[in-house]
């Protein structure tokens, strides 16, 4: 079974302009989680999205945003990009919502933003 | 939000029995502990939780204290590929309606031939 994959890779940007990452989840699972690693912070939730759904959502201000599509994979959009936006972006897929114990979540290996 | 304590770093021998420990003082009486892993450049890897009875699986072991103020994660048999750094996570139940996972700063783990 293919794991979770997230394109690009990588990705630079500017201050000021918006960006859109993509998630493809494991296939038959229909949660997806963002998250944004940084060296100071560390890993931090953003939000998940279940069955087309935003189920929850992290402490992030409204520049974060997301969707879900019918078959599951996910985008996420950045809009006016910072400095400190600057990060790793993981993406991970559960079968069931995570808030249901026992639905482990697989990450992908992340779309690693920079913005100058 | 609940918070966990990791040391920053550890290095275990290998073969030996790796324990990382984990301060979670503030957890509620709900919340599950997790464990996952980041091995460098990969996202990170799920490895066990529990919410208040010791757990095993092929993985490693998860020890929590009665009090469930602490936990360990125990490799039993530490081997090269176990270097990674361990996130000790605890999943929060809802106050505002939504469920999330705090992760700690992690303890990076080295394996030592």
């Known amino acids: 079974k293919a794991g979770v994959t997230q394109t690009p890779r990588y990705l630079i940007k500017t201050r000021g302009q918006q960006v859109t990452l993509s998630c493809s989840p494991i296939?038959?699972?229909?949660?997806v989680s963002w998250y944004q690693q940084t060296p100071g912070q560390g890993l931090q939730f953003l939000f998940e999205y279940f069955s087309e759904t935003q189920r929850n959502k992290g402490n992030f201000p409204g520049r974060f945003s997301g969707r879900q599509f019918s078959n599951s994979r996910s985008e996420m959009n950045v809009s006016t990009l910072e400095l400190g936006d600057s990060a790793l972006y993981l993406c991970?897929?559960?079968?069931?919502?995570?808030?249901?114990?026992?639905?482990?979540?697989?990450f992908g290996p992340g779309t690693r933003l920079t913005v100058l | 939000d609940a918070k966990t304590t990791q040391p920053p770093s550890m290095d275990c021998a290998e073969g030996r029995a790796a324990n990382l420990p984990c301060n979670h003082s503030t957890i509620s009486g709900n919340e599950y502990v997790y464990w996952y892993r980041q091995i460098h450049s990969q996202g990170p890897q799920y490895i066990i939780h529990?919410?208040?009875n010791n757990e095993t699986n092929e993985m490693a072991s998860l020890i929590i204290t009665e009090d469930r103020k602490s936990s360990t994660l125990i490799l039993p048999h530490a081997t090269l590929r176990d270097t990674a750094v361990y996130y000790c996570i605890v999943r929060v139940s809802p106050t505002s309606g939504t469920y999330k996972y705090i992760f700690g700063t992690g303890t990076r783990l080295k394996v030592l031939a």
């Open positions: 991970a897929s559960s079968f069931g919502s995570y808030a249901v114990v026992g639905n482990e979540q697989f």
């Open positions: 529990g919410l208040k």
């Open positions: 296939s038959g699972h229909r949660s």
